[in-house]
């Protein structure tokens, strides 16, 4: 008890990243994989991140453009990472932010290279999917609710948009200098072009 009292307090968890290995079929493109048997990660803050038997993945949550410069995302030792973030991104239940920081996280845990990982975070964070919800509302914002109004969240999605060429600039300095994760934010942040949904929108 006293073990697992100051494991707590010091922010650790005990884990295994996976529940086992990619056990799945490929339809007849051999592009897309079905789970045969559900694949769970559980990432370095004890989060679990479950993949249920019979979900469809084609890795098209990693932008085609980055296929060139780092493979296909089902061909590598990050395979599991990317069925995980593949589901996520069709899913969209959690924010797009954590889905793509999982992905590192589970290439890591994979055995990925570091800086080839770091490159497909960047990868992601610049073409990847990226959703939100949006309040649409007929009524300006009030303490009080009146007959008549209408309030909903509707999962929204961003425009993915990004400069091709500072984007494969970034990609090669990544691969040649070492890159904290933060700066590689930074980076993804100056190259993506697209347009955040706006938080609220007034409908009548």
């Given at each position: ?30 592009r ?11 990432d ?12 469809d ?54 055995g ?26 007929n ?42 994760l933060?700066?590689?934010?930074a ?5 993506f ?8 929108v007034r409908?009548?």
């Amino acid at each position: 008890m006293i073990l697992l009292l100051s494991q707590w307090a010091f922010g650790e968890c005990q884990r295994t990243p996976f529940s086992g290995p990619v056990v799945a079929t490929w339809g007849e493109s051999n592009r897309v994989m079905t789970l045969v048997e559900p694949l769970v990660y559980t990432d370095p803050d004890c989060n679990a991140w479950p993949v249920p038997a019979g979900v469809d993945v084609d890795g098209a949550s990693i932008p085609q453009l980055f296929w060139a410069l780092i493979g296909s995302p089902f061909s590598g030792i990050y395979r599991k990472a990317s069925v995980i973030h593949d589901h996520y991104c069709v899913e969209q239940n959690r924010p797009w932010q954590s889905v793509h920081r999982m992905f590192y996280d589970a290439m890591i845990d994979s055995g990925t290279n570091p800086r080839k990982a770091k490159v497909m975070y960047y990868a992601v964070l610049v073409g990847g999917p990226r959703w939100k919800y949006v309040h649409y509302t007929n009524h300006e914002p009030r303490a009080f609710s009146k007959p008549g109004d209408i309030d909903y969240e509707e999962l929204e999605q961003w425009s993915i948009l990004y400069d091709e060429q500072l984007a494969a600039e970034h990609v090669q300095a990544l691969q040649t200098e070492d890159f904290t994760l933060e700066e590689i934010e930074a980076l993804a942040s100056r190259a993506f072009a697209g347009t955040e949904p706006p938080n609220s929108v007034r409908i009548d």
